[in-house]
């Protein structure tokens, strides 16, 4: 069975611009749940899309958005980047059976490298 | 506000050395608790779990993790590294979202 996969896999973009992530999830997995990964903050979760509904959300500002198709396939966008954006974006997917993440294995990806300049 | 403390940020040890890798951390409820493992170059994988019942959880690789609901602890061990555990250790906390203690970078040397 195919794990999770991410595209790109690496990413330049300058402040303002926005940039949109990808995340195709493993095979009959309903929930993918993103996480931003930095040095200095560790691994934050940023939300999670169930059945193409946003199911629960992190501290992050508005920003950072998500939506999830009927495949459950999940894109992540950020607009106006900012340096501080600068990060390794995880994905992970997982059966979603329960009503959040409690319960459901995540199976992670190898992350997108957002290098903001 | 959750949150979980990983006391060690790097550890490096001698491969047939005993390991033991601190966690706490600070919710009052009920707490589905885990160990994520990242090696050089791969994804994040799950290690062990807990979710109820014997408080001593075996996970894959020989890795071990006791559940201390009185100490608010949930701490890693593994009785003798090889130079293959070197990968970095996440503590992670489940309550209605993963929260992700900061890492211990474990360095493993032959």
């Known amino acids: 069975k195919a794990g999770v996969t991410q595209t790109p896999r690496y990413l330049i973009k300058t402040r303002g611009q926005q940039v949109t992530l990808s995340c195709s999830p493993i095979?009959?997995?309903?929930?993918v749940s993103w996480y931003q990964q930095t040095p200095g903050q560790g691994l934050q979760f940023l939300f999670e899309?169930?059945?193409?509904?946003?199911?629960n959300k992190g501290n992050f500002p508005g920003r950072f958005s998500g939506r999830q198709f009927s495949n459950s396939r999940s894109e992540m966008n950020v607009s106006t980047l900012e340096l501080g954006d600068s990060a390794l974006y995880l994905c992970?997917?997982?059966?979603?059976?329960?009503?959040?993440?409690?319960?459901?294995?995540?199976?992670f990806g190898p992350g997108t490298r957002l290098t903001v300049l | 506000a959750q949150s979980v403390s990983q006391h060690n940020h790097h550890v490096i040890l001698s491969e047939a050395a005993s390991l033991e890798l601190g966690c706490n951390y600070s919710?009052?409820?009920?707490?589905?608790l885990f160990w994520y493992v990242q090696y050089p170059g791969q994804h994040l994988q799950l290690l062990l779990k807990?979710?109820?019942?014997?408080?001593l959880v075996k996970g894959i690789k020989g890795f071990e993790a006791e559940f201390i609901k009185s100490k608010f602890s949930f701490n890693l061990r593994k009785p003798s590294v090889q130079w293959s555990d070197t990968a970095e250790y996440f503590c992670?906390?489940?309550?209605?979202?993963?929260?992700f203690g900061t890492g211990t970078r474990l360095q493993v040397f032959p």
């Open positions: 992970a997917s997982s059966r979603g059976l329960a009503a959040s993440t409690s319960y459901n294995e995540q199976f």
């Open positions: 095979s009959g997995h309903r929930s």
């Open positions: 899309y169930f059945s193409e509904t946003q199911r």
């Open positions: 919710y009052g409820g009920t707490v589905n």
């Open positions: 807990y979710f109820s019942g014997d408080p």
């Open positions: 992670v906390v489940n309550t209605d979202k993963l929260i």
